[in-house]
């Protein structure tokens, strides 16, 4: 019975330490995930996202590569953390002094 003794407290101590890396890691745990919202509900924030005007302008010369012709935007969720984005690609032959500049 004494070994069962140790080896509970030994399992006791594992799991601990396993839960307190977990958490200063920001790992999630099963219930922590189930109940995390994400990216849900922020599809009122992206749509005044792809408002926004710059989305719209772009440096003169500049061309859109096909299969970029429409605007990007979405959620994106790493760690429980919510981002939402909204892109346009095109290609520019410029210098970066002109982009900033735009």
Known sequence: MASRTGTGRCAALFLTAAVATGALTGCRTIAD??????????????????????????????VVPKGFEELDSGCWEDSGEAWVYAERTYVFPGDRTEVTRH
């Not at 995930?33 to 440096?59: D, F, I, M, N, Q």
């Open 33 to 62: 995930a189930a109940s995390a919202k994400g990216c849900e509900g922020t599809e009122s924030r992206v749509e005044e996202l792809k408002a926004y005007g710059v989305l719209g302008s772009r440096p003169r010369g500049t």
